[in-house]
């Protein structure tokens, strides 16, 4: 198979799964599921560690401009060469992500009881 979009493309959608993933290894198919866990996971984080306060508000500004610029300056294909640039900044946001998610989820049991 040359891509999963191409075959997706001229097959359709379930029809080019199905022909891509049953010419790739069983490996493969675990490491793409592994990386799209990752990258939905990361997004989440990013997106609540806006709302982290701890951050100065032009600091978090400048970081999603940046972030979003270089993501949708990639393309659908997501080249990996242009990702490597801002892992510095995803890597130092998620975990403000993080924190936001834990403290609203905390304040959001207490509400309901």
Do not use: H
Not at 62 to 71: D, K, N, R
Not at 87 to 105: A, D
Request: glycine share 8%; net charge positive; with cysteine.
């Amino acid at each position: 198979p040359v891509s999963l979009a191409y075959e997706i493309e001229k097959k359709s959608l379930l029809n080019g799964l199905r022909y891509y993933f049953s010419k790739t290894g069983p490996v493969f198919v675990i490491v793409v599921i592994l990386i799209t866990l990752w990258n939905l996971l990361s997004l989440i984080l990013l997106i609540a560690a806006f709302f982290n306060g701890k951050l100065d508000l032009t600091i978090r500004i400048f970081f999603f401009l940046l972030i979003g610029y270089l993501v949708f300056a990639c393309g659908p294909g997501g080249y990996a060469r242009f990702k490597t640039s801002i892992y510095p900044f995803i890597l130092y946001l998620i975990p403000l992500g993080y924190e936001v998610l834990r403290i609203s989820n905390t304040n959001f049991k207490y509400r309901v009881k």
